[in-house]
């Protein structure tokens, strides 16, 4: 909590940890409708980012493109060293570093809670039944349902399916986690639950980006906040600054549209 | 509705005599003019058939007696053709003193489909039994090494159905879902080529692939290199079923949801593996109703082989009613062939009800 609360004041992220992420210049298109422009981004170690925007921003595409579930078309992106490129095994390498959390949660309905934690870390990181079946143990007590190991996704609640998801993507000891809207899907009363496991896990000093309208959320963990609109990153800022004294027209607008 | 009528009808009304059971049927039975009508109209319908029918099949019938006159002169089914005749329905023309060869066959293939049904043999080594199960049965049918040689031209009956279908089936299954991501595949030749595949084998009646496998395969390829008229015919059923199962299977990868694809992408499955261990259960867990209806029906076509010259279960039954000592008691023995592919299908649709009932658990 200490060492977060420290964080928090310094604008920018102490320039001595290395970039987890890097973003130069990059853009994207659908068809002719350009949805990314000229983004340029650092994330460093540990940092932890919210980025918000209106819908249709494009905020949801530009983490996608981190892990490739889009592909970029210009610029670069450069993951933990590694540049995203066509190369399918680099894809790879770098997917089983970067955990995602969905809106829908995306959990297989057809394995249990316990089968869908040790799926990946069995099948991608050739880990031992038993091991990953310790591991996944292990993160379902961190998100507090262990006593559902035994159950399908569809006989948990939304809030339980999304913990399990989080859970799912810690198996992998992800060095980064992205976030797309975890809570947008959920019922009110199981936001809290959710970003109560968000927090802790921001406390261990996991490098986060996290797509959400929590704002709340967004004042008590990030590093940053990152303020998207048309494709564009408008604003980049510590909290207390973005939330007290946005610096742009565009920014003001939309916090004034959903802080009431 | 169902429930309302029904409280209402067994809740005692205050003033009314407790109604007894038979005073209800009559109600359901003749309550309206509509039910007094089609309760007569059936009545008189169980009235007409079913006596003689049970007079035909039991009371006039021929059960046990296995004098062939004994039939002649009686006025109700010969089931005693059945039981003298059983060997030659069940085998064909087989050699007489080999026939505990596909006798065997027939109980290792059935006592193998149960052992397949059990959920905790599903594991790669049910696949390796089943190799080494089909290796035998060829040997046990075929002959060689120690056996006599049977020619395939001389199998017959049900060994030959119950090898076309669970080798058919059993290879179009994979196949088949080979074809299905095929056709979803985002490189243009691939899926063309699958499209168009598919599309060939499904625009042609399965007699008509048969007949070009049996009869115009001769014309073009030489001798040495045409495989045998059995095999041919499998090769042809597998092709057939492949394309079916294909876009049955397509149809339950329809149903899957992106987000899948994405998680799976998300915690680095290649695709491969994202195939086999997430997309495909679902997709064909989807898919169990619209399978095992395709399924029951190659189960059946493969009874069309007979086109070929092929002895299934059908055409034994033929030939066995041309035997001259006995009267020809063709419905008894296309009861008795038909009884036989029920019993197949029919178990086959209690295991898709099974999984499709176990598949909901699971949601």
Known sequence: MLSSAAKRVAPMPASSEPAAIEMVGMNKWYGSFHVLKDINLTVRRGERLVICGPSGSGKSTMIRCINRLEEHQHGQIVVDGVELTNDLKKIDVIRRDIGMVFQHFNLFPHLTILENLMLSPIWVRSMRRWQAEQ?????????????????????LSGGQQQRVAIARALCMSPKIMLFDEPTSALDPEMVKEVLDTMVALAEDGMTMLCVTHEMGFARQIADRIVFMDQGEIVEMNNPSEFFSNPSHERSKLFLGQILY | MKALSLSLQTAPMPGQIRVGALWRYAKLLFG????????????????????????????????????????????????????????????????????????????????????????????????????????????????????????????????????????????????????????????????????????????????????????????????????????????????????YLAEVIRGGLQAIPNGQYEAAAALGLPFWRTQYLVILPQAIRVAIPALANTIIVMIKNTSLVLVVGLFDLISSGKAALADPDWPSPAAETFLFIGAIFFALSFSFARFADFLERRGLTAH
């Not at chain 1, 379902?140 to 399908?152: F, G, M, T």
């Not at chain 2, 035909?56 to 010969?78: H, K, T, Y």
């Not at chain 2, 074809?179 to 060939?200: H, N, Q, Y």
């Open chain 1, 135 to 155: 591991t996944a143990m292990h993160y379902l007590e961190r998100v507090k349902i262990p006593d559902q190991a035994h159950k399908y996704p569809g006989q």
């Open chain 2, 32 to 243: 309206t003019p509509l039910n007094a009508a089609l309760t007569l109209l059936f009545g008189t319908m169980i009235v007409v058939t079913v006596p003689p029918m049970l007079r035909w099949l039991v009371i006039d019938g021929v059960l046990f007696d296995p004098d062939p006159n004994a039939c002649r002169v009686a006025a109700g089914a010969c089931w005693s053709f059945i039981y003298a005749k059983s060997g030659q329905l069940l085998f064909g023309i087989y050699p007489f003193d080999e026939r505990w060869r596909p006798a065997l066959v027939c109980l290792l293939i059935l006592a193998l489909l149960g052992w397949s049904v059990r959920p905790a043999s599903w594991t790669p080594r049910l696949a390796a039994l089943w190799v080494a199960a089909l290796v035998l049965i060829f040997w046990l049918m075929a002959g060689g090494f120690g056996l006599i040689e049977v020619p395939t031209s001389s199998w017959g009956g049900l060994p030959v159905t119950l090898i076309l279908t669970v080798v058919a089936i059993g290879v179009a299954f994979p196949v088949g879902i080979l074809l299905a991501l095929a056709r979803r595949s985002t490189m243009p030749a691939i899926r063309i080529g699958t499209v168009v595949l598919i599309e060939s084998v499904r625009g042609l009646p399965l007699l008509s692939i048969l007949f070009v496998a049996s009869i115009m395969m001769p014309l073009f390829l030489p001798e040495a290199l045409l495989p045998d008229k059995f095999v041919r015919a499998l090769v042809a059923l597998t092709i057939f079923a492949a394309a």
